[in-house]
């Protein structure tokens, strides 16, 4: 009660104000823009799930319930039957079970394609030719289809620099809102009471419960922006380093019509496991030239980041490896940032998850502009009434009791503000 | 239509102004669409087919991947993309496919390796500094048997765009 007829220092206040007034203009002039890349990051979190709804050729159907999944050279041979022309580059396997195989090919006409091969039968069930929806989702969020040419696209600098005010945004609104904590204990989301009161209700609301999700794709995303700028730069932390190649005294001279000597996709999946029996290969793809490796790749423990080996295709040699731990510490954090960003390394739950709150983030900024408008068309209007009454109509003089209720009704509404 | 109008339409609707930038997608799309038919083949081996190039026993058609200057790749220099395709049923002969601006001293300087399916292998090559407009590209083919080919091309021929760039930087 000593709170209610006691106002808080003046300073404080103007300085809440301050803060309120950053918060707003962080995003407000940005909002349309700052919407559609959380949208179409929303959509493009769960495209791979939205084919898989659309399209039952990305889907992998067992032919009975005990239908063991084949092997990698028996779906070389499935593909090279059905598409003889085909020259198979590489296999991937979706970590969920239930999406098809897909195989990318090449074909004499220069073209290439991915196919949907279903994992138990080699059956190719599919081709993803022409439009490509998730590298469309992809390429519309990341980079407004803005061309790469000779260093990043300059969609990609106009993207990931929006992470600067969404930052902002989060720690300004957890500033503006006092107390935000207590949103957690008595959540409220005010319905009937108007536009203005549900959109400020909703964006506290969600705002407090996104608080994680939002510092990730914030701290995520000025990342990406960071990366631009450094490979713009020609500055360079790597230690990849050249990569390998088979020396010439492996590669075997023929005869002509003879066949290649090399080993088996299952020889070589066997070697990936051999070497690193925690590795689930999600992937193999073949020698591009006489002097390349198989590559065989997977997540192993630390799931954010793909292992690789390259095994020599002539002898079996394991001949180079990237694990986690060949990693600098600097390289496990800023390859960990593009999985956090887009939440595609634990399966559908957490994707499901990105999703929801991608959408939740989305509606941020929607009811953020909400509140601002109806705010504005409200105050429009008082100073629109204001300035039509007659000048010489005094003010309605206010009794005591409404004075003192209208200040609870003003502190209130002071921390409800968004 | 007062003035007053227009000021409260454009105070309420200035806000909404970074709607505009949803213009560059749909600018840039037919390039986007463009691109990705590039890459993906289905423009064929790439924006400008050069033509069949014969090396010793084979044939190779050659492709300028983009129609455009070579690219600055960081430390590694000034970079120009070529792809090729190899003659029908080739791939059980030819070993691989090397090229370079200037002719090679030994199989070891052939030059950039091509990479991908022998219907579609592409290859970066570095085009040195005080390289000029009338240099040769040489093609150099290495068979499953060892045995090695080559042949030579005006690099005006193969690539007009990258001789006019080499003659407006004048030999630098």
Known sequence: MANITKPPPARKKSSSKTWFLVHSW??????AFVFFVCLTGSI???????LWLADPAVRANPPSEDAPILGYDEILAAVTREHPDAVVRSISRPVKSQFALTVDVSYPDASTAALYVNPYTGHIQGREAGFDFRGFMRALHGWLLMPFNSGFSIGWYLVSALAIPMLGSLITGLVVYKRFWRGYLRPRLRIGQGAR???GDFHRLAGIWSVPFIAIIAVTSIWFLTRAVLFDMHVSFSTVGVPPVVTRADVPDIKPG?????ISLNRAAEIAHETFPDLQPSFVSLPGNAFSHYRVGGRG???LLFETLSINPYNGKVEHTRRVSDRSGLELFTESMRPLHTGDFAGLWLKLVYFFFGLLLTM???SGMMIWTKRTVKETAAAVRRARAPRAAPRTPRSAPV???????????????? | MSSHDTVSRWKRWRFHLSALMLILPIAFMPQYFHRVALFSGDLGLGQRVIGEQTVGPWSVRLAEFEERPPELDGGAGYMKTFSLALCDGCESSIRAMYLRVGKPRSLRTAGAIFFGSPYRQTASVPIPDGTTPDAMLWLTAEGWD?????????????????AGWLRKRGGR
């Open chain 1, 403 to 418: 004075l003192a209720a209208s200040g609870v009704q003003a502190k209130r509404e002071a921390h409800e503000q968004p």
């Open chain 1, 197 to 199: 009161v549900f959109w």
């Open chain 1, 258 to 262: 003879d066949p290649l000597p090399l």
């Open chain 1, 301 to 303: 423990a630390y799931p």
């Open chain 1, 44 to 50: 493009a979190t769960i495209s791979q799930e939205i």
């Open chain 1, 26 to 31: 962080l995003a407000l002039p940005l909002w």
């Open chain 2, 146 to 162: 060892g045995s090695v080919h080559h042949a030579s091309i005006p690099l005006a021929t193969a690539s007009p765009t990258t």
């Open chain 1, 364 to 366: 941020m900024v929607f």
